[in-house]
């Protein structure tokens, strides 16, 4: 049985800043499967290193055409086109908000899939995935993309869901 837990709302670990892997070693590929294997497991098309709590810059995404492993991905190019669509996070049990994003990005990272640094152009539903695990690693959230009512009433929802 496979015992990582996802962190949830009220954990500070969601709120730090992550840091850069400096070396891409066994330990680093082990965690990103591991990661991977929590994604899949918990029916989710993305995962960042925080959600695990851990405070380095890796995410693993899946949105139905393979996993993609990154370690210290950023956005090159955000399209000033964007497009609301609704997003949950495994972090945020029970919330869906619809939230803005680019339409298009162009991201950078060393992935592991392909064991080589790579620019990835993305749009639609992979873009908006990379932005919100990017997001992650700065400690950022879907609440923090939304109104201040909307953001009010999540917080109440997630803390009676959480008891925090
Ligand atoms: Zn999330």
Known sequence: MFKLEIKKYGNPVLRTKCEEVKEINEEVR??????LKIMYREDGVGLAAPQIG???????????????SLINPQILIKSKKTFRDYEGCLS???INL???RA???EIQG???EKNQLVKIQAEGLL???FQHEIDHLNGVLIIDHTSPFKKLRAIRKLKK????
Do not use: E
């Open 103 to 105: 339409k298009k990005v």
């Open 98 to 100: 619809k939230i803005k």
């Open 161 to 164: 869901k959480l008891r925090v």
């Open 54 to 68: 851990d405070k380095r810059r890796i995410i693993v995404v899946d949105i139905g055409q393979g996993p993609l």
């Open 127 to 129: 873009a908006r995935d």
């Open 30 to 35: 082990s965690l990103a499967k591991d990661m």
């Open 92 to 94: 945020l049990p029970g």
């Open 110 to 112: 060393f992935l592991l």
